[in-house]
């Protein structure tokens, strides 16, 4: 049986402390959300080739992820913003970067309440090499990025087309937002962004989704060149390494 340190138990403890208190945010906007009307923009989602039908544990916060407001994303970056407050329970050596013979911009992703139940917000440890960049895609749920170390950019878009052409969208960038210690970021289900690692430095962000990522089978990336929408997860997306805070 391992023994667990005592200062793993304590990183434990304020992880877990953490992410009860998003809980109650969630609870709490709850019932005014609901009330809110959803915004009459192009879906991603709508235009993209068929999705697998939702998996239970899709299914059991779909609501809650739609229903959430950016005023709810506030409070809730704001109480991640609490957590990086303390970096000692998150050093390198404990979370660290990728070999660099794993070649420019790999990435790590910690998990780090791997044992959650379903509807569960999944707190990660992402630390990723320079170098590193994405198609710009959204999430199919909602999205906090706050940081320990190290600099990653964010271009965030819009979508210009219509969504009447299957398969296709076109993007505007809207902003630009340089998340490192004491920039986040936060992002709506349908929101679109890429990341792009900056810096000579490999990142340590905290990334919190209302869903795990591995389980969001209709997230969309689009290529800026073609305009053809992906499935992100599935041309994407690597395995992650999960490490129990």
């Known amino acids: 049986m391992t023994i667990e340190s005592e200062s793993s138990a304590d990183r434990r403890h304020h992880v877990e402390a953490a992410l009860a208190d998003i809980v ?96 569960t917000p999944a707190l990660y440890l992402n630390s990723i090499n320079p170098g590193k960049t994405t198609l710009p895609h959204n999430h199919t749920t909602w999205a906090v990025i706050v940081a320990l170390s190290g600099q990653e950019l964010n271009r965030v878009y819009r979508r210009s087309d219509d969504g009447s052409q299957p398969g296709r969208a076109t993007l505007e960038l809207v902003r630009e937002v340089v998340v490192q210690p004491g920039q986040s970021v936060s992002f709506l289900p349908d929101d679109i962004h890429s990341i792009h690692v900056t810096g000579d430095t490999p990142t340590l962000h905290f990334h919190l989704y209302g869903q795990p990522l591995e389980i969001l089978s209709g997230r969309i990336g689009i290529d800026l060149a073609s305009g053809q929408i992906l499935n992100y997860n599935a041309t994407q997306m690597k395995p992650g390494q999960e490490v129990r805070a």
């Open 24 to 119: 109650e945010l969630l609870k709490a906007g709850q019932t005014l959300s609901a009330a809110a009307s959803p915004a009459t923009v192009p879906s991603l989602r709508a235009n993209a080739a068929p999705a697998a039908t939702a998996t239970p544990a899709e299914a059991s916060s779909s609501n809650a992820a739609a229903a959430i407001t950016r005023e709810q994303l506030a409070a809730i970056t704001a109480r991640l913003e609490q957590l990086a407050e303390r970096p000692d329970f998150f050093l390198a050596a404990d979370f660290p970067a990728p070999p660099a013979d794993q070649g420019t911009g790999a990435s790590t992703r910690y998990r780090l309440n791997p044992d959650a139940p379903a509807g």
